[in-house]
């Protein structure tokens, strides 16, 4: 197995334990409001608290990665979110521990995304970058698939509490894995990596008399190309990504993706106790195949992606428009499961055109980092993080008040459904519209992707 898969697997892992953290307060929801006595809109705070500097820490960290080695800022990240769950297996710790405890999680994992893509990404050249993204993003679905049974399990036998801790320690495990086997790609902005790595790609001088005479040897285009992307001090004002029509439609488009699978992982699991009337069994099993689903459709999109990218077929359309298209399907379907009571069509609908929605924050990482000069890609995909992480924040807290405000709490569910499809729909709309990376890459100044072939990566021994 190559080193670069290898990365990309112990990074899927990183990442389905990052979603699990997340999906362990809506699947313990129920029983956590009826031990604390809360309200709907007070257990919307609790999920909002995730995310108070979920946004900041991502921006802040993701910046770091022009002097600090992803590798390590990884390493950190893990063992923080994983001592921050803890607290909860303590008998007393009551709704401020777990106020606290949520806003410290949501301050490690917030850059964890970023940072991880950004790891990946110097392990793949721009061409080859489709599918190991997608593979990461899987890791949120499969963490949700994972999380949901076995945590539902753990809930019924251990208590809520235990489904804590069991997540901690898993981050807990992953940190020695990492420790082990992590390492820095060789496509990795020279900032990032070790001296030794650099003098490693070095040619070592001879004495004259002791140099044989060799054949020049040609490099593949895209060794070029990569070399120089990575070894270059060059950079353009970030002002001119961020206000470009590329970054702002992923953002908005990425922000109404994660909105949705926000919205998911809080209320489902309620939502489908509460008017749907199946039991913590029934609800924690949907909510983990809605998540397959999300995996199979971020797993199929970078397989094509990257058979059209290896065969250098043509794009019948570009990456935002094609996105953009799904996205606003996936508003139309959830605006349909919302509305009908209908089980034969309510649970199609979660299972199949919804998940489309989770497209969107595949292109949108992927376009984000090629209108990004590599130095900066760090800094671009954590202002990424910034703004779709606001979904995160928002939907938690604006679902909770609307249901508890709400005549019924099938009418208020209702409402915020309809909410999310129109959020989903405009974003689709405008992504559709304008969401060119190409274009706005080669309006910056950046070197188009070499063609062909495909990336030699060290493998490991």
């Keep these: 197995m190559s080193r670069a898969w290898r990365t990309t697997w112990l990074l899927l892992a990183f990442m389905l334990v990052n979603f699990a953290d997340k999906a ?37 960290v993701s910046a770091l990665t022009r002097r600090v080695r992803t590798t390590t800022l990884l390493l950190v990240l893990a063992l923080l979110w994983s001592v921050a769950q803890l607290p909860m297996l303590w008998g007393a710790a009551g709704f401020g521990t777990l106020l606290a405890t949520r806003v410290l999680l949501g301050a490690a994992e917030g850059p964890a995304a970023p940072v991880a ?16 993204t997608a593979v990461l993003l ?84 895209y060794e070029a190309a990569e070399q120089t992307s990575t070894t270059t001090t060059s950079t353009v004002p970030l002002r001119a990504v961020l206000l470009s029509g590329t970054f702002l439609t992923a ?22 106790e509460s008017v749907v009337g199946w039991d913590l069994h029934q609800a924690g ?30 794009r019948r359309l570009p990456p935002g428009a094609g996105a953009g298209l799904l996205v606003t399907v996936a508003g139309c379907a959830t605006a349909v499961y919302g509305t009908t009571g209908t ?41 990424l993080t910034f703004v779709y992480a606001l979904g995160g924040i928002l939907s938690p807290l604006v679902l909770g008040g609307m249901v508890d405000r709400a005549r019924t709490v099938s009418a208020g569910y209702e409402e915020g459904w309809l909410l ?24 910056l100044g950046l070197p188009e992707p070499a063609a062909g072939s495909t990336p030699q990566v060290p493998v490991a021994h």
């Excluded at 009826?34 to 999920?47: K, L, N, P, V």
């Excluded at 990425?254 to 699991?269: K, Q, V």
């Excluded at 949907?286 to 990218?309: D, E, F, T």
């Design 251 to 272: 953002a908005f488009g990425s922000f109404a993706a994660y909105w949705s699978m926000s919205t998911m992982l809080t209320w489902a699991p309620d939502y489908l």
């Design 343 to 383: 089980l034969a069509v309510k649970v199609p609908m979660m299972l199949g055109p919804m998940a489309l929605a989770m497209v969107m924050l595949t292109v949108a990482s992927t376009a984000c980092a090629r209108i990004a000069p590599p130095p900066q890609r760090g800094v671009v995909l954590g202002a």
């Design 117 to 132: 893509m950004h790891h990946v990404h110097g392990w793949f050249p721009q061409r080859e970058r489709a599918l190991p």
């Design 24 to 60: 362990v307060l809506g699947l313990a929801g129920p029983e956590i409001r009826a031990d604390f006595g809360i309200t709907r809109q007070e257990f919307g705070t609790a999920q909002s608290a995730f995310f108070a500097l979920f946004s900041l820490a991502a921006l802040g």
């Design 420 to 443: 999310t499809a129109g959020l989903l729909v405009t974003a689709g709309v405008l992504a559709a519209l304008f969401c060119r990376p190409e274009t706005t890459a080669r309006r």
């Design 285 to 314: 099993t949907m909510v983990g195949l809605g998540a397959l689903a999300n995996g199979a459709v971020l797993l199929g999109h970078g397989l094509i992606a990257q058979r059209s990218a290896r065969k250098d077929t043509p």
């Design 138 to 221: 899987v890791g949120a679905a499969a963490g949700v698939a994972v999380a949901a049974p076995v945590l539902t399990w753990v809930i019924t036998h251990w208590g809520w509490r235990w489904s804590f801790g069991a997540v901690g320690l898993a981050g807990l495990l992953w940190a020695v894995c990492w420790r082990l086997w992590g390492a820095d790609g060789p496509l990795a902005p020279a900032v990032a990596r070790k001296p030794y790595e650099d003098a490693e790609r070095a040619p070592v001088a001879k004495k004259p008399s002791e140099a044989p005479e060799q054949t020049p040897v040609t490099k593949q285009p």
